[in-house]
């Protein structure tokens, strides 16, 4: 498994484990920074993988949060 694999899966634990889009005060900067890559490289990967930038997937997520 490379680097940005193991970072997608990180990533994904930290989204639907760990539910951290249900902070407000954590951006996806906020979350890139802890997971040490850039922005714009985890972005390619989600982009590839899921269609949505880091952004959108925090948007999508915290609106279904709100709708709950």
């Known amino acids: 498994m490379d680097?940005?694999?193991?970072?997608y899966r990180e990533f994904g634990v930290m989204m639907?484990?760990?539910r951290i889009y249900?902070?407000?005060s954590v951006s996806y900067a906020d979350i890139c920074a802890e997971l040490g890559v850039l922005p714009e490289e985890l972005d390619r990967?989600?982009?590839r993988e899921l269609g949505y930038t880091g952004e959108e997937l925090m948007a999508e997520y915290r609106k279904g949060c709100s709708e709950e």
């Open 22 to 24: 249900e902070d407000p």
């Open 16 to 18: 639907t484990g760990d």
């Open 45 to 47: 990967v989600l982009l």
């Open 3 to 7: 680097r940005m694999e193991k970072i």
